[in-house]
């Protein structure tokens, strides 16, 4: 099973954050995890709001070539769905 998680954290004790982050790579990394837009973020490669845009191509770049699970009719319909779902929340935040 496949999973992607895509956080936004705001650091707020930096001693505490090593020891998690020091504690969490082994784990991360003992399953095959990569920190792809972690990276991104703190070297200063793109924004928060781009960092969301990496994580969906990194995602559908994972699924369709490697894993092939997603083909061009899995990947329309996603995106039909997601036009669907925010065409109707969109008038709600509005």
């Keep these: 099973m496949d999973a992607y998680m895509v956080i936004e954290a ?16 082994p784990l991360v990394a003992e399953y095959g995890g990569e920190y792809l ?15 969301g845009a990496v994580a969906v191509l990194y995602a559908a770049l994972l699924e369709g070539a490697f894993h092939r699970r997603l ?18 929340l969109f008038p709600v935040l509005i």
């Design 10 to 25: 705001e650091i707020h004790d930096r001693e505490r954050f090593a020891l998690y982050a020091e504690a969490v790579a």
């Design 71 to 88: 083909g061009l009719g899995e990947l329309r319909a996603c995106a039909l769905e997601t036009a669907t779902l925010l065409g109707a």
């Design 37 to 51: 837009v972690l990276g991104g973020l703190h070297g200063g490669w793109f924004t928060a709001t781009e960092a």
